[in-house]
């Protein structure tokens, strides 16, 4: 390439600058409330800084000491459990769903509607709503497990065994209400590929695994993403629900940072927390993009 | 080979018989599967309203009601005065006002920026834009709170409402991808006609995103209006507390009045479940431009 100077004239340096008055305020916003803070908390990081009295330097302490602090490792130990069931799982079930309304099935509007009602039910009502389904006594669960004969039920939230399947449960449920965005992936495969499947005699079944996953495959790995950084940062649900219990069994990785920070305002500490976090994001989702490449298909790619 | 004997047509009949027959099998299959599914995805949502409308005495029963006789439309009323609910409906209603208005304007600028005209460092930017939706929300909680108790923000809603006047790059994602599709004929005709940069976007760009700025708004109210960790971080006033924040105030108390809980969460999911539905082509049109969030 040849070096040549890039000299703007006078008008495209007007142009440039309106663009920029443009963007600005995002770009205040990312440097004010995205990137000076995060700077901040890198620094504070290596501090014991609690924001009223102590702001010393202590080097790798606060990294070096999270790894033998038992409570961190086990809210790594719980945050990765919750993420390995839930994510596959609630995809599972996202696509399944959507695969089968997207047949010209009789009721077809109707279950579309009704898979909608996961994604419109939001907030702390649905998490308390859960926490009513799953008690033990009166709970609709057991209740219903009783009627049928099972009377050995168990405690759900109140069990440290059974806590995090019950949020991973519960998951499954929330992860339905993507079915309308797999909905749209699968509007745009064309019709004539099933037709030219099913007169080379293709079952649905192989239909479904060499036509539908392929051309879905772009929907799937962006739910991948999105659905591994949310299980990851998933702590609201814990703090609402369990408060971290039973035995610490749904202390996830959020809600410790949150205690350290906002109940004993270690900050430095809090903050190596959010940093690390910062690096697994990173490293997962760096990994998935460059694993994308052997599963995800676009087309046009041609293969 | 076999079926020399018989005509083409014939033969062709009877496989297009044999395939309408095993696609009806599949299709009752799938009507099989997809009824489960409804059962699993409905009964939380049937059980919050049945148990909305139970006496005491009708939820400790141990029977499993769906249709409590009598019902108790009354506890309706009950939930709604046993804590402020009518300030909290203000408080959230202000609130998550604000943060639509703010978010609609400052990413519908930033997106309209992205677009209008190549400038230096375009790139580079957009690509941070798109690099800062991966950072996790917990990373930035922590400087944030740090930085707005420094400037004596909290206990006020300023740290919730100002930085969504400052762009997000979620939305402002969103709505670049939907400001690239539009006729830019357009923008150049009314710079033609001499019109300044502000007027096309407030006159040339909104009024022909409207699907893609329901979206944002219907987003950015939901996002509001169900906020917890927000409110519980940093308002400490009661007066000021929102209806997230109402809610959980029955969990604290030693006996949990249930059937108050659920009669309280319909009706604090209520506004959000009514936009979806009214908005629920533009989020369908939204969420296929992007590709996005669900």
Do not use: C
């Not at chain 1, 609201?236 to 610490?248: C, E, F, Q």
């Not at chain 1, 990173?282 to 041609?302: D, N």
């Not at chain 2, 804590?83 to 959230?92: G, I």
């Not at chain 2, 400087?143 to 979620?170: C, D, E, H, M, R």
Request: hydrophobic share 50%.
């Amino acid at each position: 390439m040849s070096k040549k100077r890039f000299r703007p004239s006078r008008g495209e340096v007007r142009e440039s600058l309106i663009s920029y008055l443009f963007i600005s305020p995002w770009l205040l916003g990312f440097l004010v409330f995205v990137a000076g803070p995060m700077l901040f908390t890198l620094y504070s990081s290596f501090t014991n800084y609690d924001i009223t009295s102590t702001f010393d330097w202590v080097g790798l302490r606060n990294y070096t000491r999270l790894f033998t602090d038992r409570l961190f490792l086990k809210s790594i130990y719980n945050t990765g459990y919750y993420t390995v069931f839930s994510v596959p799982l609630g995809i599972a079930v996202g696509v399944l769903a959507a695969v089968l309304v997207n047949l010209e099935i009789p009721g077809q509007k109707l279950f579309r509607t009704i898979f909608f009602l996961p994604r419109i039910l939001t907030g702390l009502s649905v998490l308390l709503l859960w926490v009513w389904v799953f008690n033990p006594e009166q709970g609709v669960i057991n209740s219903l497990l009783n009627v049928v004969g099972i009377h050995n039920t168990p405690l759900w939230l109140n069990d440290e065994h059974w806590s995090k399947p019950a949020l991973i449960i519960m998951s499954a449920w929330t992860a339905l209400g993507s079915v309308v965005i797999y909905l749209a992936g699968l509007q745009s495969v064309p019709r004539q590929l099933y037709e030219a499947a099913s007169i080379d005699g293709a079952t649905p079944v192989r239909q479904f695994l060499s036509v539908t996953i392929p051309l879905l495959s772009p929907t799937i790995f962006f739910k991948v993403i999105t659905g591994i950084n949310g299980a990851l940062q998933s702590w609201v649900n814990a703090m609402v629900m369990t408060k971290g219990g039973p035995s610490d069994s749904t202390l996830f990785y959020g809600l410790y940072m949150y205690r350290i920070a906002f109940t004993d305002m270690r900050m430095g500490y809090a903050a190596a927390m959010a940093w690390i976090m910062l690096f697994i994001t990173l490293i997962i989702t760096g990994i998935q993009f460059w694993g994308s490449k052997r599963w995800v298909y676009y087309e046009g790619e041609g293969r | 080979m076999y079926n020399v004997a018989r005509s083409p047509s014939a033969l062709q009949t009877s496989a297009r018989r044999r395939r309408t027959a095993t696609t009806w099998f599949w299709k009752g299959i799938a009507v099989l599967v997809l009824s489960g599914i409804s059962i699993f995805v409905l009964f939380p949502a049937v059980w919050m309203l049945s148990t909305s409308l139970k006496t005491n005495a009708q939820l400790f029963s141990g029977e499993v009601t769906w249709i409590p006789r009598p019902a108790m439309w009354s506890n309706y009323v009950k939930a709604w005065v046993s804590v402020d609910f009518t300030r909290y409906t203000l408080n959230t209603t202000l609130y998550a006002g604000s943060v639509v208005i703010g978010t609609l304007v400052s990413n519908s600028l930033v997106a309209y920026g992205f677009i209008r005209h190549k400038f230096w460092g375009r790139e580079v930017l957009f690509a941070i834009l798109l690099g800062t939706m991966m950072i996790p929300g917990m990373v930035t909680m922590i400087p944030q709170y740090i930085l707005f108790s420094k400037l004596q923000w909290t206990g006020s809603y300023l740290p919730l409402v100002v930085p969504a006047f400052f762009g997000n790059a979620f939305y402002a994602f969103l709505l670049r991808q939907f400001f690239m599709g539009l006729p830019k004929d357009l923008f150049e005709a009314a710079r033609i006609d001499g019109a300044g940069e502000m007027w096309i976007w407030y006159k040339v760009v909104l009024p022909l995103s409207k699907p893609a700025l329901a979206t944002v708004a219907l987003f950015s109210f939901e996002g509001a209006w169900n906020d917890y960790v927000g409110p519980v971080i940093y308002l400490n006033d009661p007066n000021l507390y929102t209806l997230q924040i109402g809610l959980s105030m029955f969990r604290n108390t030693s006996d949990v009045t249930w059937q108050f809980v659920m009669a309280a969460s319909v009706f604090i999911m209520l506004p959000v479940v009514i936009l979806f539905a009214a908005f629920q082509r533009y989020f369908v049109e939204g969420a296929a431009v992007s590709g996005i969030k669900g």
